[in-house]
């Protein structure tokens, strides 16, 4: 069964410290997996994307790593400001083969808040 | 490019009504996708259109219908409303690269 799981539910960190997200998949077949950032109340907002082939990327204060032999992703956050309090999900993408349709697998979300 | 929009922004309806939601993809894109979110969950998948026909399906009742236009933009119909329809309804569009989905600004709808 295509299942994402993220950890931990909720976090709370102090501004300017760091921290580190998790996300365990078991999907397939594979295509890609991306991180969002969704503020309350709103549509979630893309941070990145990773292919099967990419270990890392970076998009400012966000850092995503892959690991698609334990196929299991992390979101580390630098430097953390009060702006990133928000809920992070985990989306894999699976390819449906010959009918070139996809699926979207949702985690259920990190909630994290940021105190000064 | 004014990215995915979503239109209302808030509605509220009282059990047993039908609404309507609409979503208009970004430029460029032709899929189009529904998503219900309960208060802090993730969204659930609804259902995916693609030219003018629905290609996937969650699971969710009859009672969630929808329909894309010539011009890829969609509607959400949900009929005989229940109290727990009550959630954000987000829109996300696609293009050929299926690298890309894109997430409107949803639409919480509230039934009373």
């Known amino acids: 069964k295509n299942q994402v799981e993220q950890s931990p539910q909720s976090l709370i960190i102090l501004e300017g410290k760091n921290c580190t997200l998790q996300?365990?998949?078991?999907?397939?077949?594979?295509?890609?997996l991306r991180w969002y950032k969704q503020d309350t109340g709103r549509g979630p907002v893309s941070l990145t994307i990773?292919?099967?082939?990419?270990n890392t990327k970076s998009n400012g204060r966000y850092t995503a790593t892959l690991d698609a032999d334990t196929k299991q992703s992390s979101l580390h956050i630098t430097a953390s400001q009060l702006s990133d309090s928000a809920s992070y999900i985990c989306?894999?993408?699976?390819?449906?083969?010959?009918?070139?349709?996809?699926?979207?697998?949702f985690g259920t979300g990190t909630r994290l808040k940021v105190l000064a | 490019d004014a990215g995915v929009t979503q239109s209302p922004t808030h509605l509220i309806k009282t059990r047993g009504q039908q609404v309507t939601l609409r979503c208009s993809p970004k430029?460029?894109?032709?899929?189009v996708s529904w998503y219900q979110q309960a208060l802090g969950q993730g969204p659930q998948f609804i259902f995916q259109?693609?030219?003018?026909?629905?290609?996937q399906r969650g699971n969710f009742p009859d009672r969630f219908s929808g329909h894309q236009f010539p011009n890829y933009s969609s509607e959400l119909n949900v009929n005989a409303l229940l109290l727990g329809d009550s959630a954000l309804y987000l829109c996300?569009?696609?293009?050929?690269?299926?690298?890309?989905?894109?997430f409107g600004p949803g639409t919480r709808l509230t039934v009373t």
């Open positions: 996300c365990n998949y078991t999907v397939s077949p594979f295509s890609n």
């Open positions: 990773m292919t099967f082939s990419e």
């Open positions: 259109y693609y030219e003018e026909e629905e290609r």
């Open positions: 996300a569009s696609s293009g050929t690269r299926i690298s890309e989905q894109y």
């Open positions: 989306v894999v993408t699976a390819v449906k083969g010959g009918s070139g349709t996809y699926k979207y697998i």
């Open positions: 430029s460029g894109h032709d899929t």
